[in-house]
C-alpha cells in the first residue's frame, strides 16, 4: 500500500528547510500536504497563505498557490481570497503572534463570520522569529526572553476562543501525535465554514531554554505527557486538570458559512 508523502507539492529544490532541529513547523506542514495529497487536492484549486514569522515561512516550499502577507493579517487576505472565488480551498498558517496577538481581531472576526477558511495555528508560545519574546498565549509563570522572572499574564486559550467566536471545526494537537494531527487537518480542510486546528509546538531554540526543555526531545516529552485527549480531561474535577491540556476534537457544528448566509441575504434583496 503506498502513502501519501506530500512531496508533489514541495518545489524542487528547496530542501534543507529553514527550520531550527525539533521545532514543529515542519511536522505541520508536512501533515498539511500529505493531507491535500489524500484530499485530491490540486496546486491551482489551493491557496495557502501566511504571515510573517517562523511559521509565516512555510509558503515559499509551496507549488500550490501561496500568498505571504503581513503579520496579523493573513486571515484578512484569506478572507477577501475566499469571499472573491469560494471554489478555492483556502488555508491560513500563522504563529501565536500572527494568529491571535497582533491578529487577535481578525481572529475573532474571522470566527464570526464563519468563514469557510482552515486556519492552522502553530502556538509555540513565544515569537520564534525575532528572538523569543513572550506573546499572548505565552502561560502565565513561564519564561521567555522579556519575561525572565515569568510571564505575570494568562495564555490566551485558543481553542476556547475559536468556539466562542463562532468557529465550526476546532481542535489541537501536537508533533507528537502527527497521525492524529493529519487526521485533524483532514477533517478542517473538508468541513465548510471557520477551522481551527491549534498545534502546540516545540520551539527548542527560544522558548524551551528558557523552560529547562534544551532540546527538542525534551520539548516532545512535555507535549506527550502534558496532553490528555479531551473527554479524559474533562472528567477530570478541575485541581486535577492544573498543568495538563486537552488535544483531540473540541467542536464540530454545521452552522452557515458566511458565503452561504450572503448568498441568501443577495437572493432576498435581488427579489426585493
Ligand atoms: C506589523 C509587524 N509587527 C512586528 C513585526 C516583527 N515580527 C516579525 S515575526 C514576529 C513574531 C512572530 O511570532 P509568531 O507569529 O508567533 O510566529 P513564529 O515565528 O513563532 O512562528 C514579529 C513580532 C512585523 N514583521 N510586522
Ligand atoms: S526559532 Fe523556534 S519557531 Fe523559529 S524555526 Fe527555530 S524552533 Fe522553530
Known amino acids: 500500500m503506498s502513502h501519501a508523502t506530500g512531496m508533489k507539492y514541495l518545489k524542487d529544490g528547496v530542501l534543507p528547510h529553514m527550520w531550527c532541529p525539533g521545532c514543529g513547523v515542519g511536522v505541520m506542514l508536512g501533515a498539511l500536504l500529505r493531507s491535500f495529497e489524500e484530499l485530491g487536492y490540486r496546486r491551482e484549486d489551493t491557496v495557502v497563505v501566511t504571515g510573517i514569522g517562523c511559521t509565516g515561512k512555510a509558503d515559499d516550499y509551496l507549488v500550490t498557490n501561496a500568498l505571504h502577507t503581513t503579520h496579523g493579517r493573513a486571515l484578512t487576505y484569506a478572507t477577501g481570497i475566499k469571499a472573491f ?13 500572527d494568529s491571535v496577538t497582533i491578529g487577535g ?21 513565544n515569537f520564534g522569529m525575532t528572538g523569543g519574546q513572550f506573546s499572548g498565549t505565552t502561560p502565565g509563570g513561564m519564561f521567555t526572553q522579556t519575561c525572565v522572572y515569568g510571564n505575570p499574564e494568562r495564555g490566551v486559550n485558543i481553542c476556547a476562543l475559536a468556539e466562542v467566536a463562532g468557529a465550526n471545526y476546532v481542535a489541537r494537537t501536537t508533533p507528537y501525535h502527527v497521525w492524529e494531527m493529519k487526521t485533524s487537518i483532514k477533517e478542517a480542510l473538508t468541513k465548510k465554514g471557520f477551522s481551527v486546528v491549534e498545534v502546540y509546538s516545540p520551539c527548542p531554540t527560544n522558548f524551551g531554554r528558557h523552560n529547562d526543555m534544551k532540546t527538542a526531545a525534551d520539548m516532545l516529552h512535555w507535549l506527550r505527557d502534558k496532553a490528555l485527549p479531551v473527554d479524559e480531561f474533562n472528567r477530570r474535577p478541575l485541581q486535577e486538570r492544573e498543568g495538563f491540556f486537552p488535544i483531540g476534537k473540541m467542536v464540530d457544528r454545521n452552522e452557515p458559512d458566511f458565503n452561504e448566509r450572503y448568498d441568501q441575504i443577495r437572493t432576498i434583496a435581488c427579489k426585493g
Open 105 to 125: 481581531n481578525h481572529f475573532l472576526h474571522t470566527a464570526r463570520r464563519n468563514m469557510d477558511i482552515t486556519a492552522i495555528i502553530i502556538n509555540n508560545f
Open 85 to 97: 472565488n469560494p471554489a478555492l480551498h483556502v488555508v491560513a498558517l500563522m504563529g501565536d503572534g
